[in-house]
């Protein structure tokens, strides 16, 4: 006997991955025709997802921190150098913080 399945809300489905409430709708569109067709229904402008259509989306969500590169990569790298007894901190700088010029960050240098 098969058992029978439970639908529900991609708000719902979301909530049940512990995610925002638009996270599943927003994974469908930015993966279309990805998800199996028979763990997704359709009514009118309501569109359920099975249960073990959250299970698939689970298994092929990027794990936490995949796309997110170590600390050293993004921040400020420093460089001490002694030179006749002088300690200069050189400032390599790999990336920028959001909003901030090239301008700004040579008045900082």
């Known amino acids: 006997m098969t058992k029978k ?3 529900f809300s991609l708000a719902q489905a ?3 991955l512990e995610r925002g409430s638009t ?3 927003v994974w469908l569109r930015r993966h279309p025709n990805e998800l199996p067709s028979e763990m997704l229904m359709e009514t009118g ?3 359920l997802i099975s249960e073990d259509g959250i299970e698939w989306i ?3 969500i990027k794990k936490e921190g995949v796309l997110v590169s170590s600390r050293v990569a993004n921040g400020d790298q420093h460089l001490e150098v002694t030179i006749l007894g002088v300690t200069l ?3 390599h700088f790999t990336g920028r913080v959001r909003g901030t010029s ?3 960050l040579s ?3």
């Open 89 to 91: 901190l050189i400032i």
């Open 5 to 7: 399945q439970e639908w």
């Open 58 to 60: 689970k298994k092929h």
């Open 14 to 16: 979301s909530l049940k």
């Open 107 to 109: 008045r900082l240098i």
């Open 23 to 25: 996270y599943v709708s």
């Open 102 to 104: 090239r301008e700004q």
């Open 45 to 47: 402008k309501v569109k």
